[in-house]
T-cell receptor, first 111, second 114 residues
Framework: NAGVTQTPKFQVLKTGQSMTLQCAQD?????MSWYRQDPGMGLRLIHY???????DQGEVPNGYNVSRSTTEDFPLRLLSAAPSQTSVYFC??????????FGQGTRLTVV | SQKIEQNSEALNIQEGKTATLTCNYT??????LQWYRQDPGRGPVFLLL???NEKEKRKERLKVTFDTTLKQSLFHITASQPADSATYLC?????????????WGLGTSLAVNP
């Protein structure tokens, strides 16, 4: 099993550009989440999904969109990148009341 | 709202000693609490989960306790090794004991010196 796969690992964007961070899991987990991790702030939940077709907002959803058309995939879209979105992004998946599996992260810089 | 507090200062210990890390939460008692390890540039990796009706859980050199009266979990690494150096995070569910929303502590950095 590959677990949780995130792409790309690194990305530099210019302010105003849009992009999609990809996340795929092969464990048939119902729960998937996107976090950003910033120094001194810890992991903060951006959006999450409890199954295909169902998404909801986390703590810091502004500037990000998600969709969940399949159980496996949960892409995160940055609509118009801003320097404040410079961060490390992690995708995670889990089943109910069980451990979360994380991807290796995407380091995003917005200039 | 629920908050998590972990030792903010880095913990430095000598190889072979026991490391003890603390996770305190502020409001309701969660149905379970999880501990993860994070190495620089990597995603968190699950270590242990302890449920509200469990006082203690062990896995090899790791031990977790859960005191719902004190609203605290302690994470112990016995016979510590330099390879245990990492940041350790605790996490708990925000609502209803499921994984819809997890909240995370900032983590405690552990350095084990040879």
């Amino acid at each position: 099993n590959a677990g949780v796969t995130q792409t790309p690992k690194f990305q530099v964007l210019k302010t105003g550009q849009s992009m999609t961070l990809q996340c795929a899991q092969d464990m048939n987990h119902e729960y998937m989440s996107w976090y950003r991790q910033d120094p001194g702030m810890g992991l903060r939940l951006i959006h999450y999904s409890v199954g295909a077709g169902i998404t909801d907002q986390g703590e810091v959803p502004n500037g990000y969109n998600v969709s969940r058309s399949t159980t496996e995939d949960f892409p995160l879209r940055l609509l118009s990148a801003a320097p404040s979105q410079t961060s490390v992004y992690f995708c995670a998946s889990s089943s109910e009341r069980d451990r979360a599996f994380f991807g290796q992260g995407t380091r995003l810089t917005v200039v | 709202s629920q908050k998590i507090e972990q030792n903010s200062e880095a913990l430095n210990i000598q190889e072979g000693k026991t490391a003890t890390l603390t996770c305190n939460y502020t409001n309701y008692s969660p149905a379970y609490l999880q501990w993860y390890r994070q190495d620089p540039g990597r995603g968190p990796v699950f270590l242990l989960l302890i449920r509200e009706n469990e006082k203690e859980k062990r896995k090899e050199r790791l031990k977790v306790t859960f005191d719902t009266t004190l609203k605290q979990s302690l994470f112990h690494i016995t016979a510590s090794q330099p390879a245990d150096s990492a940041t350790y995070l605790c996490a708990l569910p925000l609502n209803a004991g499921n994984n819809r929303k997890l909240i995370w502590g900032l983590g405690t950095s552990l350095a084990v010196n040879p």
